[in-house]
């Protein structure tokens, strides 16, 4: 299929040669007119895909449960910043605020966005007008001081490099044109990568998350320096490995990862043992990973669903049930196992709600 994209990229290839697979995923997901994210609302039935917020309320409503322990846990700051980071139509924000002011009420964070759509960013807008929200492109523009952040299922979508190996080494995998160049096709670099080393069978394929090391790191430097915690939630494993995840989503179907440029999520499983050393190595305490199905039920998912049903008629009780088993049951359809939580924090942060801490 010919997009836009195809145009810019087959142009690309034919003057420079085969791009590396971060280029392809960084333009396709991110490039400032024809991208992904630039020009969409993913999200919900009408979407591509359906994110945990949008399965159900109790998740963002947990997430306000932890934000407020956490806060409690740092000693209350009065200056705290609330960021989030990629937070897709505002749904887990706007639950999370609204179990915060419960849970916390003398808590008045400062709300902080870090989107790069403009279409999200006008949902957002709508849905947390009354929390004055600042949004931010990347993270190098958010303020000093004391944070909590969310980044819920926003490591996947970073761009990634691939290796496969051979009988000669690692080879960086890359996007090329087809001979007739109509179409994209995978390829290999020309010359193995003498800085890979790792043993591995050949066929094999590594996968190096630049850009998400690069952004733990510097949270885990920021928290270090001024105090507080971030909690991640993604699909990924818990312990490094070789393989391929890369896929493209749309409709609610998967696709062809090059069939259609631009028009697809493209996300790939987030090592979370590459992330816990990234930040370990940054002088943060790493807590978890452990599995959303765990992290959930400690934070009184069952609690809050049974009050939710106490007072719902036959079909609501049905789609909180529906909800809690899409969140934890563990089976190939299932969040539970396949979704991972972790948390970062500054070395004085022993413990946090539903985690257990690790390393430092």
């Known amino acids: 299929m010919t997009t836009p994209l195809f145009t810019l990229l087959r142009d690309e290839i034919l003057a420079t040669g085969p791009i590396p697979m971060a280029r392809y995923m960084d333009l396709c997901l991110g490039h400032p007119v024809h991208g992904y994210y630039r020009t969409r609302d993913p999200l919900g039935a009408a979407g591509d895909f359906v994110t945990a917020p949008e399965i159900s309320q109790m998740f963002g409503e947990l997430i306000g449960v932890w934000i407020a322990a956490a806060w409690g846990a740092m ?8 960021v989030e980071l990629g937070p897709g139509r505002g749904t887990l924000m706007a639950d999370a605020l609204r179990a915060l002011a419960r849970a916390a009420p003398t808590l008045r964070p400062a709300l902080h966005l870090v989107e790069t759509s403009p279409v999200l960013r006008a949902a957002q807008a709508e849905r947390l007008s009354g929390f004055a929200p ?12 004391p944070a909590l952040v969310v980044a819920n299922e926003f490591f996947d979508a970073l761009p990634v490099r691939q ?7 690692w080879f960086e995998r890359c996007i090329g044109l087809s001979p007739d160049a109509d179409r994209l096709v995978f390829g290999l670099a020309a010359e193995p990568d003498p800085r890979i080393d790792a043993p591995a069978p050949v066929g094999a394929t590594l996968t190096l998350p630049g850009a998400a090391l690069d952004t733990v790191r510097d949270l885990a430097r920021r928290l270090v320096r001024d105090g507080g915690a971030m909690l991640a939630i993604d ?3 818990a312990r490094p490995g070789f393989g391929d995840s890369l896929q493209a989503v749309a409709g609610h179907r998967f696709v062809d990862p090059l069939e259609a440029p631009g028009e697809a999520d ?6 979370f043992s590459a992330l816990a050393r990234a930040a370990a190595g940054a002088g943060a305490r790493v807590h978890g990973p452990i599995d959303q199905r765990d992290f959930l039920q400690a934070l ?11 007072n719902a008629t036959p079909q609501q009780a049905l789609r909180i049930a529906t909800a809690v088993s899409r969140l934890t049951d563990p089976a190939r359809r299932g969040m539970g196992s396949l979704f991972k939580v972790m948390a970062l924090s500054d070395p ?3 413990d946090l709600p539903g985690l257990s801490a690790e390393g430092r």
């Open 348 to 350: 004085a942060l022993q």
């Open 163 to 169: 290796f496969q190996r051979t009988a000669r080494g």
């Open 300 to 310: 009184g998912l069952r609690a809050r669903a049974e009050r939710l049903s106490a």
């Open 134 to 145: 600042t949004w931010h492109e990347g993270l190098a523009t958010l303020p000093p001081g």
């Open 235 to 237: 699909y990924g494993h």
């Open 75 to 82: 000693g209350a700051p009065a200056d705290l910043a609330l």
């Open 266 to 271: 493209l996300t790939t499983h987030v090592d």
